[in-house]
Nanobody
Protein backbone atom coordinates (compact mmCIF):
# COMPACT_ATOMS: atom_id res chain seq x y z
CA UNK A 1 0.00 0.00 0.00
CA UNK A 2 1.51 3.29 -1.03
CA UNK A 3 1.65 6.20 1.33
CA UNK A 4 2.66 9.83 1.62
CA UNK A 5 4.12 11.26 4.81
CA UNK A 6 4.37 15.01 5.32
CA UNK A 7 6.69 16.77 7.73
CA UNK A 8 8.11 20.21 8.41
CA UNK A 9 5.08 22.03 9.73
CA UNK A 10 5.17 24.13 12.88
CA UNK A 11 4.69 27.53 14.43
CA UNK A 12 6.31 30.51 12.72
CA UNK A 13 6.05 34.28 13.04
CA UNK A 14 4.69 36.43 10.22
CA UNK A 15 7.39 36.98 7.64
CA UNK A 16 9.10 33.73 8.51
CA UNK A 17 9.83 30.65 6.45
CA UNK A 18 9.19 26.92 6.58
CA UNK A 19 9.95 24.03 4.27
CA UNK A 20 7.48 21.19 4.06
CA UNK A 21 8.47 17.73 2.88
CA UNK A 22 6.38 14.85 1.62
CA UNK A 23 7.98 11.43 1.31
CA UNK A 24 6.33 9.00 -1.07
CA UNK A 25 6.75 5.29 -0.55
CA UNK A 26 8.20 3.37 -3.48
CA UNK A 27 5.10 1.17 -3.63
CA UNK A 28 3.05 4.13 -4.88
CA UNK A 29 4.42 3.57 -8.35
CA UNK A 30 4.98 6.00 -11.18
CA UNK A 31 3.73 9.43 -10.13
CA UNK A 32 2.43 11.76 -12.83
CA UNK A 33 1.73 14.87 -10.79
CA UNK A 34 2.29 15.86 -7.18
CA UNK A 35 0.44 18.68 -5.50
CA UNK A 36 0.20 20.57 -2.26
CA UNK A 37 -3.19 21.54 -0.85
CA UNK A 38 -4.14 23.30 2.35
CA UNK A 39 -7.21 23.59 4.52
CA UNK A 40 -7.71 26.44 6.94
CA UNK A 41 -10.16 26.17 9.85
CA UNK A 42 -13.72 26.50 8.61
CA UNK A 43 -12.69 26.61 4.96
CA UNK A 44 -12.59 24.14 2.11
CA UNK A 45 -9.40 22.49 1.02
CA UNK A 46 -7.64 24.56 -1.63
CA UNK A 47 -4.93 23.81 -4.14
CA UNK A 48 -1.60 25.48 -3.46
CA UNK A 49 0.91 24.21 -6.03
CA UNK A 50 1.67 21.33 -8.38
CA UNK A 51 4.61 19.79 -10.18
CA UNK A 52 4.52 17.34 -13.07
CA UNK A 53 6.77 14.36 -13.76
CA UNK A 54 8.72 16.59 -16.16
CA UNK A 55 9.18 19.30 -13.54
CA UNK A 56 6.64 21.84 -14.76
CA UNK A 57 5.27 23.82 -11.85
CA UNK A 58 2.23 25.92 -11.09
CA UNK A 59 1.36 27.94 -8.01
CA UNK A 60 -1.87 29.46 -6.79
CA UNK A 61 -2.02 33.23 -7.12
CA UNK A 62 -2.25 33.58 -3.34
CA UNK A 63 1.22 32.04 -2.89
CA UNK A 64 2.96 32.96 -6.13
CA UNK A 65 6.31 34.59 -5.48
CA UNK A 66 6.36 33.35 -1.89
CA UNK A 67 6.05 29.56 -2.12
CA UNK A 68 8.04 27.22 -4.34
CA UNK A 69 7.21 23.60 -5.07
CA UNK A 70 10.01 21.21 -5.97
CA UNK A 71 10.66 17.52 -6.14
CA UNK A 72 13.58 15.16 -5.68
CA UNK A 73 12.60 12.37 -8.04
CA UNK A 74 15.50 10.13 -7.02
CA UNK A 75 14.42 10.22 -3.37
CA UNK A 76 10.69 10.47 -4.16
CA UNK A 77 10.31 13.53 -1.94
CA UNK A 78 8.13 16.55 -2.62
CA UNK A 79 8.95 19.93 -1.06
CA UNK A 80 7.20 23.21 -0.48
CA UNK A 81 9.44 26.13 0.42
CA UNK A 82 7.30 28.79 2.06
CA UNK A 83 8.69 32.29 2.53
CA UNK A 84 7.12 35.55 3.72
CA UNK A 85 4.44 33.65 5.58
CA UNK A 86 1.40 35.56 6.75
CA UNK A 87 -1.54 34.84 9.03
CA UNK A 88 -3.68 33.68 6.11
CA UNK A 89 -1.25 30.84 5.42
CA UNK A 90 -2.26 29.11 8.64
CA UNK A 91 -3.70 25.73 7.64
CA UNK A 92 -3.15 22.01 7.53
CA UNK A 93 -1.05 21.29 4.45
CA UNK A 94 -1.56 18.06 2.52
CA UNK A 95 0.45 16.50 -0.25
CA UNK A 96 -1.21 14.59 -3.06
CA UNK A 97 0.15 12.20 -5.66
CA UNK A 98 -1.59 11.19 -8.87
CA UNK A 99 -0.73 7.82 -10.39
CA UNK A 100 -2.64 6.10 -13.18
CA UNK A 101 -6.07 5.28 -11.78
CA UNK A 102 -5.52 6.50 -8.26
CA UNK A 103 -4.88 9.49 -6.01
CA UNK A 104 -2.94 9.35 -2.75
CA UNK A 105 -3.14 11.80 0.15
CA UNK A 106 -0.87 12.37 3.09
CA UNK A 107 -2.11 12.81 6.64
CA UNK A 108 -1.35 16.54 6.69
CA UNK A 109 1.01 18.78 8.60
CA UNK A 110 -0.07 21.84 10.58
CA UNK A 111 1.38 25.24 9.74
CA UNK A 112 0.54 28.03 12.16
CA UNK A 113 1.59 31.61 11.49
CA UNK A 114 1.25 33.71 14.60
CA UNK A 115 3.02 36.51 16.43
Amino acid sequence: QGQLVESGGGLVQPGGSLRLSCAASASIGSINVMRWYRQAPGKEREWVASITFDGDTNHADSVKGRFTISRDKAKNILYLQMNSLNLEDTAVYYCNAAVPGRMYWGQGTQVTVSS
